[in-house]
């Protein structure tokens, strides 16, 4: 069955660090770009950073630079997002979404995760 699935969250102490997967099951990442989204409690779900089918990374919000870095195994058909130096703030569910083409820019997301929670909190 065509789908992802997002693990690695959990609670984690201010200052601590987070490496969230998205497992891609029934296509190959070389097929599409991934996204990482979050949705913060209350608010909109807002895009992070994706990742192309040819390893392109285009960073959606300021609040990641310097913090999250997205990368892929196309070999475990895994996308990551390595989350340091994490904030209260940074509170949210995770979801990960693949769209139909390669790229980033067309933005036509077909599959969804279901979400991981991540918990940052002393």
């Known amino acids: 069955q065509l789908q992802l699935v997002e693990s690695g969250g959990g609670l984690v102490q201010p200052g601590g660090s987070l490496r969230l997967s998205c497992a891609a099951f029934g296509f190959t990442l070389d097929s599409t770009a991934i996204t990482w989204f979050r949705q913060v409690p209350g608010k909109e779900r807002e895009g992070i950073s994706c990742i192309s089918g040819g390893g392109d990374i285009i960073n959606y919000a300021d609040f990641n630079k310097g913090r999250f870095t997205i990368s892929k195994d196309n070999a475990k058909n895994t996308v990551y997002l390595q989350m340091n130096s994490l904030k209260p703030e940074d509170t949210a569910v995770y979801y990960c979404?693949?769209?139909?083409?390669?790229?980033?820019?067309?933005?036509?997301?077909?599959?969804w995760g279901q979400g991981t929670q991540v918990t940052v909190s002393s």
């Open positions: 979404a693949a769209t139909r083409t390669r790229s980033c820019y067309l933005r036509d997301y077909v599959y």
